[in-house]
């Protein structure tokens, strides 16, 4: 798979914008601030695909690229404080909207600051994806930012700390070093390969995601 081929499709800020579901998609969900733009950039090798800011909750909307018949679903930031509320239940429609439609989720990757304990969206997050049946990975970011001591001693707490933590793919990620992305790209290209089309998508619940 040639991941610089990777284009940009389509940036949609409401819910009845988004296109239907033509293709298998990759979804990445997270909180503001978590790394989810540096994320793809690494993934795909192209520094600007995905806009990495400095001021939390810039992405205010969902945004789709497209490789090799894939389409790849950049979810907007949640659990951002200092903006309004009306922005916030915005962002959090747009994030239940899209889950709530009949779309060809193959897998997400639910992205956790591996520093911190996970936040109340982040646990609310993992719940709604757990209760749904929804296929997903965690994504432990900003693993650089830790010694290989304190990395493996929150591995140990995580397993603690998150929804059936002792089940989950924990996945350390740098954006920084790049350590990590070659094991996520291979779940790209075992989806990539997977010819098997699920029948339905599950029913979805409201995932209520307006921040702290």
Known sequence: MNYNDVSFET???TISQLP?????????????????SSLINKI???KGLARVSATPGKTATIN????????????PGYG?????????????DLIEGYFAQQRDIRLVFSLVDVRHPPSRDDLMMLDFLIDNELPFVVVLTKTDKLSPTQLARRLEELREQLP???????????AVTGSGVEEIRGIVE???????LPEETPE?????LEGE
Do not use: H, M
């Not at 018949?69 to 979810?75: A, C, N, P, Q, Y």
């Not at 075992?190 to 098997?196: G, H, K, P, S, T």
């Open 11 to 13: 940036s949609f800020g």
């Open 20 to 36: 239907p579901s033509t293709s298998p998609e990759i979804v990445f969900a997270g909180r503001s601030n978590v790394g989810k």
């Open 44 to 46: 795909f090798g192209r």
């Open 64 to 75: 789709f690229f497209r490789l090799e018949g894939l389409r790849f679903v950049d979810l």
């Open 80 to 92: 951002y404080a200092k903006v309004s509320r009306g922005e916030k239940r915005r962002w959090a």
């Open 164 to 174: 059936c933590g002792d089940q989950l793919t924990l996945l350390p990620f740098s």
């Open 190 to 196: 075992e989806i990539a390969e997977d010819d098997a």
């Open 204 to 208: 979805t619940s409201d995932l209520n």
